[in-house]
């Protein structure tokens, strides 16, 4: 990758972009990074070796492409800091929930450069999944090269922006469900007596290995969960429990809630 690449905000989602992405670069002279907190910047930059700059229009001067990794709220406020640097040799990747495309050409200008993207903390460890929809005046070549900076941490799929809400549901707040479901896991291991931290590995495990057989085998998840309920056996006894309990529907009742607060902030 011979870009330059900028990131303006660098909280959880932007370090695990950044921690994703590090390895697909020759070298990080190429990545410049602007953090409101001094000492925040310093810590990014002697632990990745990134370039800091000063202000967002210095990074964006800097940069060819920018991600923007801020807090919905504050993205105006960059929207004002940079708009005089923008311009159509600049492509500006938002991660950011509820702020639509509309309202970043409404801020940046109609002719801006805009790819609105959806990726997940997963990133950090390469294993990310992330959506992108790139505005009109972005062209394929800018989308291709978007899309292979965005592989340096995972999955990518361009989505048309109006299902972004479903992203957000399935795979962006997502990593917070499948932890807690980790977490309960490892809870009830340790409940019947097996140590924290090897409850934690086992747990992990089954829910990376049986991720990886639905994305492998292409086979339906429910002709999985069968293979794993020998009759009259254990697993067929938990199943059970688990729909008395409710629990599909209160995974699809939390992932509404999610899909409809997404909604309700980009208004
Ligand atoms: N966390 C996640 O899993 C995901 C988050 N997102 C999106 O990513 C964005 C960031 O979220 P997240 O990483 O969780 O939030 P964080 O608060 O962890 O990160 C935001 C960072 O931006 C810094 N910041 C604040 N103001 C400015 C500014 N004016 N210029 C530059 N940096 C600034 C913050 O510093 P300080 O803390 O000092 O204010 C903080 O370090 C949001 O828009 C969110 O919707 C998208 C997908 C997944
Ligand atoms: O909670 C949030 O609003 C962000 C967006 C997706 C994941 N985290």
Same mark, same amino acid.
């Given at each position: 990758m011979n870009k330059k690449i900028g990131f303006i905000g660098c909280g959880n989602m932007g370090e695990a972009m950044l921690n994703g992405i590090? $390895?697909?670069?020759?070298?990080? $002279?190429?990545i410049y990074v602007f953090e409101k907190n001094e000492e925040r910047q310093n810590e990014l930059k002697k632990k990745y070796g990134v370039n800091i700059s000063s202000t967002p229009l210095e990074l964006v001067n800097s940069s060819e492409m920018i991600l923007v990794a801020v807090k919905p709220d504050i993205f105006p406020l960059v929207m004002d800091d940079i708009r005089s640097a923008v311009d159509d040799t600049k492509v500006i990747i938002s991660i950011a929930a509820g702020v639509t495309i509309a309202a970043i050409e409404k801020g940046l200008g109609d002719n801006a450069k805009i790819i609105r993207t959806m990726p997940n903390t997963p990133a950090f460890v390469g294993s990310g999944m992330t959506s992108m929809s790139p505005n009109k005046n972005v062209t394929s070549e800018e989308a291709a090269i978007a899309k292979q900076i965005l592989e340096g941490f995972g999955e990518v799929e361009e989505i048309p922006e109006t299902l972004i809400h479903s992203v957000i549901g399935v795979s962006g707040s997502a990593p917070a469900y499948v932890f807690m479901f980790i977490e309960a896991m490892a809870d009830a291991a340790v409940l019947a007596g097996m140590p924290r931290n090897k409850a934690y590995k086992f747990a992990s495990q089954a829910v990376m290995g049986s991720a990886k057989m639905v994305l492998e085998t292409g086979m339906h998840p429910g002709a999985l969960k069968d293979m794993v309920c020998?009759? &009259? &056996?254990?697993t067929i006894e938990a199943v059970a429990e688990l729909e008395k309990t409710g629990f599909r529907s209160s995974v699809i009742s939390g992932m509404r809630k999610c899909m409809e607060k997404s909604k309700e902030m980009s208004k």
């Open positions: 590090i $390895d697909s670069f020759d070298n990080s $002279d190429k020998s009759p &009259g &056996g254990t």
